[in-house]
């Protein structure tokens, strides 16, 4: 079921974005500046704090009561130009439900209640990037930040029109 988090989802959106967060991130490990990123910022404060923003929504996917992945997006954040449409922020899907349409699902949900096009990014080592292409987003650039001293270049892409 895909609904709208509520502020009792916080701590669970917490959790699956810690998990998931070194699930891709730190692929030789873990170090104490992953840690400190982690542990700072995946808080149920802040997924509170997020969820009291006007312009930010968050789906959840639960089974069971169990949540399984969620979707964070920001009305009012511009990659360029406002034509390119809103961002996805996030799209974290638990690695044990991965390849069950969840992404997908919870994607078309955003196109259903919030509109089209959407863009995001995700960073150029991920795996995500073939998921995004074979949904038929477009490549509309890249975006490259700094994290422990490291340029961190990601890829950019719009959704389908």
Same mark, same amino acid.
């Given at each position: 079921?895909?609904?709208?988090?509520?502020?009792?989802?916080?701590?669970?959106?917490?959790?699956?974005?810690?998990?998931?967060?070194?699930?891709?991130?730190?692929?030789?490990?873990?170090?104490?500046?992953?840690?400190?990123?982690?542990?700072?910022?995946?808080?149920?404060?802040?997924?509170?704090?997020?969820?009291?923003?006007?312009?930010?929504?968050?789906?959840?996917?639960?089974?069971?009561?169990?949540?399984?992945?969620?979707?964070?997006?920001? /009305?009012?954040?511009?990659? !360029?130009?406002? @034509? %390119? #449409? +809103?961002?996805?922020?996030?799209?974290?899907?638990?690695?044990?439900?991965?390849?069950?349409?969840?992404?997908?699902?919870?994607?078309?949900?955003?196109?259903?209640?919030?509109?089209?096009?959407?863009? /995001?990014?995700?960073?150029? !080592?991920?795996? @995500? %990037? #073939? +998921?995004?292409?074979?949904?038929?987003?477009?490549?509309?650039?890249?975006?490259?930040?700094?994290?422990?001293?490291?340029?961190?270049?990601?890829?950019?892409?719009?959704?389908?029109?």
């Amino acid at each position: 079921m895909i609904r709208e988090a509520k502020e009792s989802d916080c701590i669970n959106l917490a959790a699956l974005s810690i998990k998931v967060w070194l699930e891709n991130y730190a692929i030789v490990g873990i170090r104490r500046e992953f840690s400190e990123y982690i542990f700072s910022t995946f808080t149920e404060a802040h997924f509170t704090q997020i969820l009291n923003q006007a312009s930010c929504r968050v789906l959840v996917c639960e089974h069971q009561g169990a949540l399984q992945g969620y979707v964070l997006l920001d /009305l009012n954040s511009h990659f !360029e130009t406002p @034509s %390119n #449409g +809103f961002e996805i922020k996030k799209l974290y899907i638990d690695s044990r439900f991965k390849q069950q349409g969840i992404g997908k699902a919870l994607l078309s949900e955003v196109e259903q209640r919030f509109g089209h096009p959407f863009w /995001l990014y995700t960073w150029v !080592e991920n795996a @995500s %990037n #073939g +998921f995004y292409q074979h949904l038929g987003f477009t490549k509309i650039g890249t975006f490259v930040f700094e994290a422990s001293g490291q340029a961190i270049e990601n890829n950019v892409y719009r959704s389908p029109c």
